[in-house]
């Protein structure tokens, strides 16, 4: 490249970087209201939500980049065109094949960094999002416990708390136990705690009752106590018979499904939809660009600005990233719609190729005679 295509790589790459940071905080404050509840409400450290706010960047980062950079580039030349800088180049004989060309080369660096995410690194984070999910669930510590209302442990498990106090112990417990059906068990107590081991976790409750009734004698016994445990260890079982979603699955994995998952029709089409997501969505990043690149450096100048061809692209990015999605969701359940998944980026880029391919010039505005 060039002195001036340096230049233009170097805007468009600054205005990328901004654009990319600005949609990662909308999308992070977001994502963080659920993860900031935790941490405020039930008691999580600090250093657990800013880990799982950490691995959530992965799982959205594929989508922004590519709109980070096509909303780069329409800044970018608009205000080249607007400072008149966009003028004066074509006057000096560039053209717009060596305009696009710097942005070209950042679409490329961006469509890899896309697949970086798609094949490696988001399934690395979403499998670890949900492992840390699960094993938070399986300890069971005070982290999902909400005062007030009956929080649902597994299937047939349900814990009321009253309040919580400064030091961590529970006041005002109910627990109802149907892990049996014929002999459902519920437990009171002044007070609980919660405490977990290599056994596994369980509930430690003082002071209460412990009522138990046989559906078949009609028969309720009751059991006074100062001290009774109350094992979870339904929760750890639950966990490890857990199927992994398709998103969890490693790139490996998706190319060389298990025997069991091929077996089942459903599973298999999704693990094969999300195979072909992960290869055609980076194409998304080079349609955008020459989208941008089509609208922006065709056609006449004009003083007025360029708010219509803006516009249009926004509205054909739109379009673009709208039927991408509608083609991957249709294709985890018709797997002949896999084909379209490729077939929308490709077809976004066939016209912009063509507009930039026959050179339309961008006439700088003409200076009348008596003013030379």
Not at 168 to 179: F, K, S
Not at 331 to 348: Q, R
Request: charged letters at 20%; one cysteine or more; glycine letters at 6%.
């Amino acid at each position: 490249m060039n002195r001036l295509q340096r230049y233009l790589f170097r805007s468009l790459a600054v205005a990328t970087l901004y654009s990319t940071a600005g949609l990662t905080l909308t999308i992070w404050l977001s994502q963080s209201l659920k993860l900031i509840e935790l941490v405020v409400e039930a008691g999580a450290p600090l250093r657990l939500f800013l880990w799982l706010l950490l691995l959530t960047v992965p799982t959205f980062l594929g989508i922004v980049l590519p709109i980070a950079l096509v909303g780069a580039i329409l800044f970018t030349y608009n205000k080249l065109t607007m400072d008149s800088e966009l003028v004066v180049m074509r006057a000096a004989g560039v053209g717009p094949a060596a305009l696009a060309k710097p942005a070209v080369l950042l679409a490329g660096i961006v469509m890899v960094a896309v697949y970086a995410l798609n094949l490696y690194i988001t399934p690395a984070a979403h499998q670890e999002l949900v492992r840390m999910e699960y094993s938070v669930r399986q300890d069971y510590t005070q982290l999902f416990l909400r005062e007030g209302v009956f929080n649902e442990i597994g299937d047939r498990m349900s814990v009321y708390v009253r309040e919580r106090d400064a030091e961590g112990n529970l006041r005002g417990v109910m627990i109802h136990d149907a892990r049996v059906p014929e002999r459902p068990i519920t437990i009171m107590g002044d007070r609980a705690v919660m405490i977990s081991g290599g056994a596994g976790a369980r509930f430690v409750v003082f002071d209460g009752n412990r009522q138990e009734m046989d559906r078949a004698t009609g028969r309720l016994s009751q059991l006074l106590f100062e001290r009774y445990a109350v094992d979870l260890k339904v929760l750890t079982d639950k966990a490890q018979e857990r199927f992994p979603d398709a998103r969890e699955r490693s790139t490996a994995d998706l190319l060389n499904p298990p025997t069991d998952v091929v077996e089942d029709k459903r599973m298999a089409h999704q693990l094969v939809a999300e195979l072909h997501h992960r290869l055609s969505s980076p194409l998304l990043a080079l349609s955008f660009a020459l989208i941008g690149l089509a609208c922006l450096l065709s056609g006449e100048f004009n003083r007025r600005g360029q708010a219509q061809r803006i516009t249009a692209a926004v509205l054909l990015v739109i379009m673009v990233q709208a039927a991408s999605l509608g083609f991957t969701s249709l294709s985890s359940k018709v797997i002949a719609f896999v084909p379209l998944m490729y077939a929308v980026p490709l077809l976004a880029l066939v016209p912009a190729l063509w507009v930039l391919a026959r050179g339309l010039r961008t006439t700088a505005p003409r200076v009348p005679a008596a003013a030379r």
